[in-house]
């Protein structure tokens, strides 16, 4: 089995910034693409950031120049910064990563979610 454990979440004002953490344990031979998602009240999940294990990063147009994914492959753990925050960025952020132990194939974990709000 696989844990990932989320943090950084809170209330900040427009403007403001915030860094979420994900820390993966358990079952791990590999990790391929980590990422974020968010979903909004009465909206579908959405991608926010991509990494691949190369390092290559992807990015949805909403946030670009903003948000910055970066991953620790030592310490199995994905961050998002996220600077300049808008009101429209407010959500449940969760982590998303690939990962295999060295006798399965991928399968994808999902956090427990952390929220975000930012106030006007």
């Known amino acids: 089995q696989v844990q990932l454990v989320e943090s950084g979440g809170g209330l900040v004002q427009a403007g403001g910034s915030l860094q979420l953490s994900c820390e993966a344990s358990?079952?791990?031979?590999?990790?391929?693409?980590m990422g974020w998602h968010r979903q909004a009240p009465g909206k579908q999940r959405e991608l926010v950031a991509g990494?691949?294990?190369?390092?290559?990063?992807n990015y949805a147009d909403s946030v670009k120049g903003r948000f910055t994914i970066s991953r620790d492959n030592a310490r199995n753990t994905v961050y998002l910064q996220m600077n300049s925050l808008e009101p429209e960025d407010t959500a449940v952020y969760y982590c998303n990563i690939m990962s295999r132990t060295r006798f399965s194939g991928w399968n994808s974990y999902w956090g427990q979610g952390t929220q975000v709000t930012v106030s006007s």
């Open positions: 358990g079952s791990i031979w590999a990790i391929n693409a």
């Open positions: 990494i691949t294990s190369a390092g290559g990063t």
